[in-house]
């Protein structure tokens, strides 16, 4: 599997998201009913499945089908709709909220 990292800088007045090198995802993993994000940095984010209704909810086939998607900047699992932007989980966002949680983001 290859990863494209991308540094991709936008003004602050567009609103538009800063993703910077280190904070993008190489691999993700589930680890003990927690998901394990490792960061390009060296940096392992890790949430409860709990928190991730539709992770938690799926099937272990289908929580290991996750695409790295937008250069590592979001993760999305095709066979539940799940997406998560790591962004949102580096600020520790609500889960409800829709920072970091996208359930039809990519449909």
Same mark, same amino acid.
């Given at each position: 599997?290859?990863? $494209?990292? *991308? $540094? @991709?800088?936008?003004?602050? +007045?567009?609103?538009?998201?800063?993703?910077?090198?280190?904070? +993008?995802?190489? $691999?993700?993993? @589930?680890?003990?009913?927690?998901?394990?994000?490792?960061? &390009?940095?060296?940096? @392992?984010? %890790?949430?409860?499945?709990?928190?991730? %209704?539709?992770? !938690?909810?799926?099937?272990?086939?289908? &929580?290991? !089908?996750? $695409?790295?998607?937008? #250069? #590592?900047? !979001?993760? *999305?699992?095709?066979?539940? #709709?799940?997406?998560?932007?790591?962004? #949102?989980?580096?600020?520790?966002?609500?889960?409800?909220? !829709?920072?970091?949680?996208?359930?039809?983001?990519?449909?």
């Amino acid at each position: 599997m290859t990863i $494209e990292y *991308y $540094e @991709i800088k936008e003004t602050v +007045l567009s609103k538009q998201p800063v993703f910077y090198v280190s904070t +993008l995802a190489m $691999e993700v993993k @589930i680890v003990d009913q927690m998901l394990q994000v490792c960061l &390009r940095d060296g940096r @392992i984010i %890790s949430v409860p499945l709990d928190w991730i %209704s539709l992770l !938690n909810d799926a099937t272990p086939h289908q &929580r290991a !089908n996750v $695409e790295i998607r937008d #250069g #590592g900047a !979001n993760l *999305y699992w095709p066979e539940t #709709g799940a997406c998560l932007s790591v962004m #949102g989980l580096l600020a520790g966002s609500d889960p409800c909220s !829709n920072c970091w949680y996208r359930v039809s983001h990519f449909k």
